[in-house]
């Protein structure tokens, strides 16, 4: 098998509009979690979200075209100009028909959608933007990013729900390893904080009611009581190790493994005991070619909901046993809310930061641990962790389960 490194990362989150700024924030302990201001929450139960403030499409892409993009097609493209500059890609060292593109998102262009079904019920069918079909359906992310960053190779979306981005990594490593593609730009994308995004969710009752910022995305403890929305993109360039090297990429880390599960279980609830989850995580290891014992380190899911803390920490214990103690756990979602089908994005980054710097971010907000989840959370701090490997952990509605183990670089 070729292996595949990751030489290129880029990332718009609620706590940060850059790698660097995302990733001291997430050691830092920063919240970006607070009350929602893109819409009038009045007549909302939930009042907060993870969104990302100040970001301006106009300047950064051009006003004519961020005014034809969804948001998050904009967070993804913004993103994604970090990551193939990180990595150092042009068109002069590269063949453009071996450089693709897999990305994911879980909903597409829902502000779009719903500021549009408003123009239709109030001015009528012909004041419909023309811009409305391409800037909802859910692969022009991929297109745009194509087209922007003229990856002729494959170019896929993949639609998972909140497993969506780790899915979209899983498979663009895939195609490299497979020797379908050199490079591939990979990650996810999201940008539901509407209206109707924020009561569909509150209508399923999954979305935390809390008030208080400090206590509504609190990943593993007692009285969590629902996931916190958030918003962003995270991006990463993948390449075949001889093809990094031969153009002399700073290599940031390598992808190992990759697994991918079905709960078959029910659309929203996640299996009892974790069985889906554990099943991922063991054919991602089997995948590396590694045992348990070796991983130092694992992001998890970790929404806040009740039922996916208990069952995630259920996977662990299954697939970990008596090591499941000894391993290093954090939630980024403490810190960014859940950013739906772009959170694998975020995490698989969080990831390689804690490989490079063997610093691995706290699970803040955590107070009275649920004796349901038994494991090290790295309550409220940062830890030195330093591990080989690590794995990212997401699920997603539908019983989606999709696993990545990531390995420090190591010339």
Not at 119 to 136: A, C, D, T
Request: overall charge negative; some cysteine.
């Amino acid at each position: 098998m070729r292996r595949v490194v990751i030489t290129g990362l880029g990332a718009i989150t609620p706590i940060g509009q850059t790698v660097a700024d995302f990733w001291r924030n997430l050691v830092a302990g920063k919240r970006g979690i607070a009350p929602i201001t893109h819409f009038d929450t009045a007549d909302f139960d939930v009042k907060l979200a993870g969104e990302v403030q100040d970001f301006d499409g106009a300047s950064l892409l051009g006003k004519k075209e961020s005014k034809r993009l969804d948001l998050y097609c904009q967070y993804g493209l913004v993103a994604a100009q970090e990551a193939v500059a990180q990595a150092g890609l042009a068109a002069a060292n590269l063949d453009s028909q071996r450089f693709g593109v897999i990305v994911g998102t879980g909903i597409g262009g829902m502000t779009t959608f719903a500021n549009q079904v408003q123009v239709l019920n109030s001015k009528g069918p012909k004041r419909v933007s023309p811009f409305f079909v391409p800037m909802i359906i859910p692969n022009l992310l991929a297109g745009n990013l194509s087209i922007a960053f003229q990856a002729q190779g494959v170019s896929e979306t993949i639609i998972t729900a909140c497993a969506s981005a780790t899915n979209a990594i899983g498979e663009a490593f895939t195609k490299i390893r497979q020797n379908q593609a050199d490079v591939m730009l990979t990650g996810g994308s999201e940008a539901a904080i509407c209206p109707m995004g924020i009561a569909g969710f509150q209508s399923l009752g999954a979305l935390s009611t809390s008030t208080d910022p400090l206590k509504a995305s609190i990943p593993f403890d007692a009285k969590r009581h629902g996931f916190v929305m958030g918003e962003g993109s995270g991006m990463l360039i993948l390449e075949e190790l001889t093809h990094a090297e031969k153009r002399g990429a700073t290599i940031l880390a390598e992808v190992v493994g990759y697994g991918a599960t079905s709960d078959a279980y029910h659309i929203t609830a996640p299996s009892v005991g974790g069985t889906g989850a554990a099943a991922a995580m063991e054919q991602a290891l089997t995948d590396a070619q590694i045992t348990a014992a070796k991983v130092g380190y694992i992001n998890a899911h970790g929404t806040s909901t009740v039922a996916n803390d208990k069952e995630e920490s259920a996977a662990i214990i299954k697939v970990f046993g008596d090591q499941a103690s000894k391993v290093a756990v954090s939630s980024t979602k403490s810190m960014t809310g859940h950013l739906l089908g772009a959170a694998g994005g975020i995490e698989a980054i969080a990831c390689v930061q804690t490989l490079q710097t063997g610093i691995a971010h706290g699970t803040m907000g955590l107070g009275e641990k649920d004796p349901a989840c038994p494991l090290d959370y790295l309550a409220n701090e940062a830890r030195q962790v330093s591990p080989q490997y690590c794995l990212s952990n997401s699920f997603g509605f539908g019983g989606h389960n999709a696993v990545l183990a990531f390995k420090k670089w190591e010339d």
